[in-house]
């Protein structure tokens, strides 16, 4: 048998999107085989024309996006990780004396891991306020902040839970008592409608290789308050080259050496393409995918949903006979459905929801289909029931 | 974690080989007959009964000890009953080093 009869037989069921989405529209693809056919225009270091000026078109792409601006306070890194360790440790460095910080048990371990990192080298005590029905409550907020609270780090949307926070209540006192609000919108951005004018963060996250279409290595964050963060990288600009001393106009302030040229020429691409398809139409279809599989996943004697009405396209689930590596490795050799297993590098979510185990992590995408949802579902049916079984016979 | 690939697709009678030597879960009813085995501080096999290939981790503290384990189950296990005594002996040994590793005072692992 050849790996093509392989595939008909058995086709590949991808529900990772919550990690990296699959497959990219075809004109993200056909995107960044455009950019990389010519020369980069790259002002300041290049005499010729080249393509498109990407960095310029993907920030106002990302300014209309979400509602913003200007465009120039958009920032590229490489991913949302790299921006939170920019934002977390610019702002430290800003900070003359050690301060408070707030974050939550929803966070991801971009968040956790730099803001540990602060807490161990006495640069902040931290306060991880709880979640409750899988939302941080606003009001936990409020209740944590201490005279030297000066910066609150947390997500918009959990990766474990799926769950969306009310992140608008919480900037709006945050900006009211001048306490930096960095938003980590990894999950988020992409999924749904999001207003940053409407709301007063210090920064957003985002990036680019999940719910935006683009591919891994481009992301970046918006910020309202560049003077907040120190600057933390130098280097060149292709601006103001007689200067020794790192340019501070946005946005290359936060900016040194040559961007991402492939990776923001898929941002541009995958923006335009959910502007095209429809932000609404995509939002719609995912949750139906979300709620079809839920409703399917309930069925199932031994497996247990950790939030049944997700705002997000994420289903956390475990088969309770079997280790979620062990069901995540079958479904993955037996019936190639290819999912998430483990801690989703949220640690403090897990010690919650399922003992500190980790947990089977199913997400959709627009390419994702019903049928595959489907046929997602039956597999992880006769595995949890052979599991059963086997248990009851032992 | 390592994957090995094996001279030919893993049978029943080797699941039935290992139950000798720590825990086997088979769950023939899948799609793909699927099985793990788990031997404490040892070492932990999964994949399925057909494929030539399995999924092998090795526990972080003892991982150079274990590194002929795999090799030693293939082994031993054409060896049949004679193969199980043989390798109980070289568990043994493995055993002695784990416990100097444990509590590396004088007399220990004599």
């Not at chain 1, 790996?3 to 995107?31: F, G, M, R």
């Not at chain 1, 941002?267 to 335009?272: E, H, I, P």
């Not at chain 1, 995918?289 to 994420?314: A, C, M, S």
Request: charge should be negative; charged fraction near 20%; aromatic fraction near 10%.
């Amino acid at each position: 048998m050849n790996s093509e009869q392989k595939d008909e037989q058995n086709p590949l069921i991808y529900l990772n999107n919550a990690a990296t989405t699959w497959p990219k529209p075809d004109a993200v693809l056909e995107e960044v085989t455009q950019c990389l056919r010519q020369p980069l225009r790259e002002p300041g270091r290049t005499t010729g024309n080249g393509s498109r000026d990407y960095p310029s078109a993907a920030r106002e792409a990302l300014a209309a996006f979400f509602h913003a601006g200007p465009a120039e306070h958009f920032v590229f890194c490489q991913n949302a990780t790299d921006s939170l360790n920019l934002l977390i440790h610019g702002f430290a460095k800003k900070s003359r004396m050690p301060f408070h910080t707030i974050t939550t048990e929803l966070e991801h371990n971009s968040v956790l891991r730099p803001l540990t990192a602060l807490e161990k080298d006495g640069i902040t005590r931290l306060t991880v306020v709880p979640f409750t029905d899988n939302r941080v409550n606003p009001a936990t907020i409020k209740k944590a902040i201490c005279e030297d609270t000066r910066l609150v780090v947390m997500t918009h949307g959990s990766n474990v839970l799926g769950s969306v926070q009310d992140i608008r209540q919480i900037a709006e006192y945050l900006h009211a008592n001048d306490i930096f609000f960095i938003v980590d919108g990894a999950q988020t951005a992409g999924h749904i409608p999001i207003h940053l004018s409407d709301i007063p963060v210090g920064a957003f996250v985002f990036t680019g290789h999940k719910a935006l279409f683009g591919i891994p290595g481009i992301g970046g964050f918006f910020i309202t308050e560049p003077e907040a963060v120190r600057i933390t990288r130098q280097g060149g600009t292709g601006t103001d080259s007689r200067e020794l001393t790192h340019p501070f106009a946005m946005p290359m302030r936060f900016e040194a050496g040559t961007h991402n040229y492939p990776g923001i020429a898929s941002l541009y691409a995958g923006l335009q393409f959910i502007t095209s398809t429809g932000q609404e139409a995509i939002e719609r279809k995912n949750r139906d995918l979300t709620h079809g599989f839920i409703r399917e996943l309930k069925n199932i004697p031994g497996v247990t949903i950790y939030n049944e009405n997700p705002d997000l396209p994420v289903v956390s689930f475990n088969i309770t006979a079997l280790d979620n590596h062990e069901a995540g490795f079958i479904l993955a050799r037996a019936y190639n459905v290819i999912l998430r297993t483990g801690l989703h590098c949220a640690p403090l979510v897990h010690e919650r929801i399922d003992g500190g185990k980790g947990c089977i992590r199913a997400s959709f995408s627009y390419f994702t289909s019903r049928d595959e949802c489907s046929a997602a579902a039956q597999a992880i049916r006769e595995v949890a029931e052979s599991a059963d079984s086997q248990v009851g016979s032992d | 974690m390592k994957e090995y690939v094996l001279d030919e697709p893993l049978t029943e009678g080797f699941l039935k080989f290992l139950e000798n030597f720590g825990t086997v879960r088979f769950l023939e009813q899948l799609r793909k007959p699927y099985f793990s085995f788990e031997k404490a501080l040892f070492i932990s096999i999964k994949g399925f009964v057909g494929d030539s290939t399995v999924e092998v981790r090795y526990k972080k503290d003892f991982q150079d000890l274990m590194g002929d384990y795999v090799h030693l189950l293939l082994y031993y296990y054409d060896q049949g009953e004679r193969g199980i005594t043989a390798l109980k002996g070289h568990e043994d040994t493995l055993k002695k080093k784990m416990k100097i590793r444990l509590d590396p005072l004088p007399g220990n692992g004599t």
